[in-house]
């Protein structure tokens, strides 16, 4: 315990000013260095290791002035061990700890782990599939299949699913994800390599994992959750780069399947577990931070093994969780279409997660710990980490946007390596839930959804007229930037027919 | 006096929430959350003493300081909720090792609850945060903000 102290304030040179001066931040304080990337220069304020980056156009600068994203990067630049930068996409917003749309690499194995760094909602993230038909081909049949997905796939608000999985099963999925899924007939092999980290984080240990995480999750495992959690029927309307949609199997009018949620209350309840373990360990570290949501502790710390050891159980849990709604949705596409109907898995990416991924730095090779919180990866092209068949151009980057506005499939480049192959997660709020309930009344964003041909299937209202569109960034101005800064390339643009959200 | 209310979060749930003492801070805070978990709750005839539903056990719990203690009594809370499908009203608080109302010293409580089932809850929340919190007496009146991941 005195050595880790004195290991990590010998390896950090840790001289932190207790008493930090906030400077009220404007937009002179950052530099400009390119039309889509500020920085906040390390002088800014004396706690900081590293600058802070933002990439974000000049139109879009004012949104990240109205929260308290700036602030929370600027903090997240003062974790012990980070590396380069600490990164903000253009989703940027107001979180806890990190900015939602943040990134930060630490140095393996002797930086921090960030509970705060990863969020409550563990793994949260997205998976899409594709079927063969274009949208006239089923028309006829989407309100039906919007039925049948809602009745498969609850939101896990009310009793649950009314299967309650026992501790044992529960600890099977935490520690196998995916694979033992797929082995007991759920699923096809293929949908195992079409996944980030094959559905699997090899490191989890159920042990780590507390009972009352794993009561939370005993009857939430293909549920859907509430919030900006949903599941889309959509269509292709836009091909921007022919060769790889091919690739990606996409194809102009053809309807897809995009399905956004994470690790339910079994990850929220992990996350909270883990901050009141680490929070009072700060002083056996000599760690003083400016937010306490930045939560964090060395790697190798025995605090530090854990979380990384249960973040990756409950990692398992959300991929687990999307599968099988994967699972019960494809039940609910056989039973409108026919048997013959099938969707296959594109690619499923996490966007709030730790994980452990090799750099060169400074012309070093070196393996850092990369928190992405509202981030997603993007491996570029011959990327041994990415399915083989997309290895010849590049991983598939999934970019959902708002309730009933356009989502995205970009590919990943290798100019986002300058921020540890990361690009945006969606739209990034702009609106309180509250503000949004107040401006439009769920009634009212049905309609409007509906008069543009939308199907729209939710049993609140209120959680319809919290996710209301203009809650939102504009999610195209947002891809444009990461575009346009070369962290990733369009390759389709997809808009919803039918929206099925949890609550 | 107001028990809570709601202020602007641009993506969670932010709450400002009062006490003329801080058991009674405490208690409201409680009720806060089980107010956004189930509107409704109150309507329901909590269950009888030996049912499943109700929290007979008082919770124990000791934090590092007062603002963590909030936080792990409504994280008990709020998973307690979601395993058993209630929500809970604070019927009994004990705070302990709390010299002068220090707000650094590690306080312990004792609680105990009255719990009402529901069939279905009006929000998820994921959990309790310590975004902005800093309990406090201001004007005679124990506060703090409070925000909900939601």
């Known amino acids: 315990m005195v050595i880790w102290k004195s290991v990590f304030r010998r390896c950090f040179g840790i001289a932190i000013i207790f008493d930090i001066i906030k400077t009220m931040l404007t937009k002179k304080d950052l530099i400009k260095i390119t039309d889509y990337l500020w920085e906040i220069p390390k002088s800014f304020r004396a706690d900081m290791r590293v600058p802070a980056r933002i990439y974000v156009s000049e139109k879009m600068l004012a949104d990240v002035f109205r929260d308290k994203s700036l602030e929370q990067l600027i903090n997240t630049a003062t974790l012990p061990g980070i590396v380069k930068y600490a990164i903000a996409m253009p989703d940027a917003h107001e979180g806890y700890g990190f900015c939602i749309g943040g990134v930060a690499a630490t140095k393996f194995p002797d930086g921090v782990i960030s509970p705060g760094g990863v969020g409550y909602d563990q793994n949260c993230g997205v998976r899409l599939l594709i079927s063969h038909y274009t949208e006239k081909e089923i028309k006829s049949h989407l309100e039906k299949l919007a039925t049948e997905i809602q009745k498969e796939v609850p939101s896990g608000l009310g009793r649950g699913r009314q299967i309650k999985l026992s501790i044992a099963e529960i600890d099977k999925i935490l520690e196998s994800g995916i694979p033992c899924l797929v082995n007991r007939g759920y699923g096809e092999k293929e949908d195992i390599e079409n996944c980030e980290h094959q559905g699997r984080m090899e490191m989890a240990d159920p042990s780590c994992v507390s009972e009352m995480a794993k009561n939370r999750g005993r009857d939430q495992v293909g549920t859907l959750g509430s919030g900006n959690h949903f599941l889309e029927i959509q269509k292709v309307t836009e091909i921007f780069d022919e060769e790889i949609a091919k690739a990606f199997g996409l194809f102009k009018d053809q309807v897809v399947v995009m399905i956004h949620t994470g690790s339910r209350g079994l990850g929220h309840q992990n996350c909270t577990d883990y901050l009141r373990i680490v929070i009072p360990a700060y002083p056996k570290y000599g760690i003083k931070l400016p937010d306490k949501e930045l939560a964090c502790v060395p790697f190798n710390s025995p605090e530090g093994q854990r979380f990384f050891k249960a973040m990756s159980a409950a990692c398992n849990f959300a991929w687990a969780n999307r599968h099988m709604i994967m699972h019960y949705v494809r039940q609910a596409w056989k039973s409108v279409l026919g048997e013959k109907a099938n969707l296959k898995l594109l690619y499923d990416v996490a966007h709030n997660i730790a994980k452990i991924e090799e750099y060169e730095v400074d012309g070093e090779k070196m393996k850092l710990i990369v928190h992405r919180k509202g981030a997603t990866r993007a491996f570029p092209a011959g990327h041994p980490e990415i399915p083989e068949k997309y290895r010849g151009v590049g991983q598939p980057v999934i970019i959902p946007g708002s309730m009933g506005t356009a989502s995205y499939v970009l590919v990943g480049t290798e100019k986002s390596k300058e921020v540890w192959y990361t690009v945006c997660h969606g739209a990034g709020r702009t609106m309180s839930r509250h503000a949004a309930t107040r401006a439009l009344s769920g009634q009212e964003v049905v309609r409007n959804l509906e008069s543009r041909g939308i199907i729209v299937k939710c049993y609140s209202m209120k959680g319809i007229a919290e996710e209301a569109p203009m809650a939102y960034k504009n999610i195209s101005e947002v891809v444009e930037v990461v575009h346009n800064a070369g962290l990733s390339r369009r390759v389709a643009r997809l808009i919803p027919l039918a929206v099925i959200k949890g609550e | ?150």
């Open chain 2, 1 to 150: 006096m107001k028990k809570y209310e709601v202020l602007e979060h641009p993506a969670e749930l932010r709450l400002m929430i009062y006490g003329k003492t801080i058991e009674e801070l405490f208690i409201n805070a409680a009720e806060a959350m089980a107010n956004i978990l189930s509107s409704k709750f109150k309507e329901v005839q909590p269950p009888k003493v030996d049912s499943q539903y109700l929290e007979v056990e008082p919770l124990k719990i000791e934090s590092v300081d007062l603002n963590s203690l909030l936080v792990d009594f409504l994280s008990e809370i709020l998973a307690k909720s979601q395993i058993n499908k209630c929500v809970y009203l604070v019927s009994k608080i004990k705070i302990t090792q709390l010299p002068n109302y220090s707000i650094t010293k590690s306080p312990s409580l004792e609680a105990e609850f009255i719990g009402y089932p529901v069939e279905h809850f009006d929000e998820d929340i994921k959990a309790v945060t310590y975004e902005d919190l800093n309990i406090q007496k201001i004007n005679g009146i124990w506060q703090t903000i409070l925000v909900f991941d939601i």
